[in-house]
């Protein structure tokens, strides 16, 4: 079982960003180059497996994920090996998965300690046991969605195109003709294909907001149902030895992962509540 260790005023001796990461590195031979890139869970369940071997099946890890729901499904393992080994730690997985910096930052440190407690220094090799995975390190969160291209004002301006279609070689003198060196025949596309990137642009605009609003949507129907399993949770803490078997049971399927919970509903049907609620007589 695991060492717990707590931070405290007095216990709390932090590593700079830049040091901790380096750490994460050279143990994992990962490639991180920010603390906000651990928001993918797949480093701690790594070093989880590296601690308590067997207590984590990294297959089941994501060390490619790159968006939000495959940080929560590493972070569901990670919390289901902490419950195995007795760490004495609730993951605050909706603030990790947001990619904040101290909130990544927090955690981290506080796992250093955990590692620093629990490590016996027997040799591990990260790379064999990700077993030919790749361990791609996530998408920086502070990255802009859209990368649209600038316009360049002096590419488009009209002294530009008269640059342009003047000839070097002719010098300039009186002519009977004035009207011909007015004649610019460069002007006029430019500003057709700025009209062209200026709709491409505020039609990508209206994706982006399209797409946060069914974020938020997405977000708020996550939090209102892990909402629902924490009070679940918090309950089945509570029973105690009443109705332990079915709590247990309970207990299981809260923590296990996509597929596992899934078959654990099918193959237990004793456990299903009868129509008006109470659990069915064995």
């Known amino acids: 079982m695991a060492v717990n260790v707590y931070s405290t005023s007095i216990t709390q001796e932090t590593m700079s960003r830049h040091d901790i990461i380096a750490w994460v590195n050279d143990i994992l031979c990962l490639a991180y180059t920010k603390v ?12 989880m497996d590296m601690l308590f ?7 089941k890890v994501k060390f490619q994920a790159k968006l939000e729901h495959e940080y929560i499904h590493n972070f569901k393992l990670l919390q289901a090996s902490f419950k195995r080994m007795n760490v004495d730690k609730i993951i605050p997985v909706e603030k990790l998965v947001k990619g904040r ?10 796992f250093k300690k955990v590692f620093d407690a629990n490590y016996d220094g027997k040799e591990y090799d990260p790379v064999e046991a990700r ?6 390190p996530p998408p920086d969160p502070g990255e802009q969605i859209f990368n649209l291209p600038k316009k360049s004002h002096h590419a488009n301006s009209p002294t530009a195109g008269a640059a342009k279609s003047s000839p070097a070689s002719k010098p300039t003198t009186p002519s009977s003709r004035p009207s011909s060196a007015k004649k610019i025949p460069a002007t006029a596309p430019p500003a057709k294909g700025e009209k062209e990137l200026e709709a491409q642009v505020t039609q990508l605009n209206e994706q982006v907001n399209s797409l946060k609003v069914a974020l938020e949507g997405v977000e ?5 149902y892990f909402g629902k399993l924490r009070e679940i949770e ?12 079915f709590v247990e049971r309970l207990m299981e399927v809260l923590y296990a992962a996509e597929d596992q919970g899934r078959r654990s509903i099918l193959c237990c049907p004793q456990y299903v509540l009868q129509g008006d609620g109470t659990m069915p007589s064995k």
């Open 36 to 47: 906000e890139q651990l928001s993918s869970g797949a480093a701690y369940c790594q070093f």
């Open 53 to 59: 071997p067997g207590c984590i099946s990294l297959k």
């Open 101 to 110: 910096f101290q909130d990544n930052l927090d955690f981290i440190q506080w």
């Open 131 to 136: 077993q030919g995975q790749d361990a791609i």
């Open 220 to 224: 708020k129907e996550r939090d209102f």
């Open 234 to 245: 918090l309950l089945c803490q509570d029973q105690g030895q009443e109705s332990a078997q």
